[in-house]
């Protein structure tokens, strides 16, 4: 059996359109996917011979995704099995004679995995962290997370024009249980009392499966939700069309997005200490967040106030400041003379409206919102300071006046970091680097919609359902580094 590896032909793909067989045979020649298999223990070394090796398991867990589930992978396996014998055998992977099913894949999970590593969630962790470090070394190949031609200590740029590689991006996604509910499972059972007033008993059920599958603890239903398993994905992208690498993957079981997230940024953080990045987030990235990774990991957070959508600052300009509102507060700014110039300012929908009184009694009335000249960051023990330049036309002294603030710091008791944005939503650069976060939400379509072809979880095991969500990650991954890698064979096994 010829096991040497030779490079996949270029000519055979075409990748705004692939098929199924293509997509494995892509997956079975990256690189990473046979990392993944070196860090699983080799099987039918120690009694008979295995049908295949522990890559070629492999290989059947992400058929098993890529068609959409088990029965259909194993039809398509069988019909095709030719073509896979000599797509395996390329890889340096033994296949038999006859064609794998999905069972193979379900005893080497859940009996060989289980027995080597005590649980399936033990050897998610070991794979989990491969891949990390390899999707990281697959992002720099392709020109993400890094440049020459863009640094903050360069003079000529500053954090306004942070570029697209340099912008990480995460988002949640969610997957629907296995079993679809019927209408009276939609709220709680409850059990009667025979003291009516005493009221109803909420029944707490571990489970909505029709076979009755027990599901584990953390996706008990305590609260009458609906089962279902939520994940935090890490990625970034460049401009060309399917840039892109997923960086991270982790669970959320509570729904803690936000502190799942922060976990994959520490972790990309260290293994990335030097470089200057952007992270872009949704409305669950709160002030606390954001104070946090900008001080701890200096990172330039971006995202729009909560509560106010990216142009809410529009319908503000020129309009009555509520005399109940408690964001006012003195801004101090240095005339060129040296005076002192006190601005009566309110932080509202990410900015920063200067106020002048009205012709009403006792009320303000917001005017133009300070600008954002200016975005710097110091680092200092590990741990960094930043500050932001706001300024504004004076009337009365005729002339710019300019401030420095803390977007982090807490003025008058009102937590900048909660609704004033260090680019703020009028800044002609907010729509392009908030805009990438659009990709989170493409990239959760095409992981469920592209590559595993459902939006329902096929296992009533939360652990089960993230193994195929690597084999997702992995095959996202192998697809944009085939297309667009600088060195995708030169890094192949073997050569």
Partial sequence: MNTAIRPLPMRSYHFDNLAHIERLEIVVNDPVF????????????????????????????????VYGGDDRATAELRAHWTSFIRILRNAGIPAPSQPLTAQHFRDFRDKFLVRKFGSVAAANDVLK???????????????????????????????????????LIADGTWFYEMYEKT????????????????????????????????RTTPDA???????????????????????????????????????VVTESLVRLRNRLPNEDMAFVYDGAMRGKHHKQ???????????????????????YEGTQVPKSS????????????????MQRVEVLAGQMFRTEAS??????????????????????????RWEVDVEFTCTTH????????????????????????????????????????????????????????????RSTNGHRHELDLIFAMLTSNAIAWAEHGSSRYAALPGR
């Fill in 293 to 315: 990774l900008r001080e701890e990991l200096g990172l330039l957070t971006i995202n729009e106030a909560p509560g106010h959508d990216g142009r809410a600052y529009r319908q």
């Fill in 359 to 384: 012709a009403l009694r006792g009320r303000r009335q917001r005017q133009q919102p300070l600008d954002h000249v200016a975005v710097r960051r110091f680092e200092s023990d590990g741990t960094y």
């Fill in 398 to 457: 005729h002339e710019v006046h300019r401030a420095t603030i803390d977007p982090n710091a807490t003025m008058g008791g009102i937590a900048l970091a909660e609704q004033l944005c260090a680019v703020p939503p009028n800044h002609e650069r907010f729509r392009a680097l908030y805009g990438v976060r659009n990709f989170a939400e493409s990239l959760n379509q095409y992981l469920k919609g592209t590559i595993m072809h459902t939006e329902r979880a």
């Fill in 221 to 259: 239903d305590y609260q009458g939700k609906a089962h279902g398993y939520s994940h935090a994905i890490l990625s970034v992208r460049g401009d060309d069309r399917h840039r892109s690498i997923v960086l991270d993957l982790a669970r959320c079981p509570k729904g803690h997005e936000m502190g």
């Fill in 34 to 65: 046979h990392l993944l298999a070196a860090q699983l223990p080799p099987i039918g070394t120690t009694t008979k011979p295995a049908a295949t090796s522990t890559a070629g398991f492999l290989f059947v867990g992400v058929a098993t995704v």
């Fill in 326 to 341: 408690t964001r006012l507060r003195d801004l101090a700014f240095t005339t060129s003379s040296g005076e002192t110039c």
């Fill in 183 to 214: 209408p009276p499972d939609m709220n709680q059972r409850k059990k009667k009392r025979k003291n009516k007033r005493a009221g109803s008993k909420r029944q707490i059920r571990l489970t909505r499966s029709k076979v009755g599958v027990r």
């Fill in 129 to 167: 962290a491969a891949l990390r470090a390899a999707a990281l070394g697959q992002a720099r190949d392709l020109g993400l997370l890094h440049g020459h031609d863009w640094t903050v200590a360069d003079s000529t740029n500053g954090w306004f024009d942070v570029p697209r590689e340099r912008v």
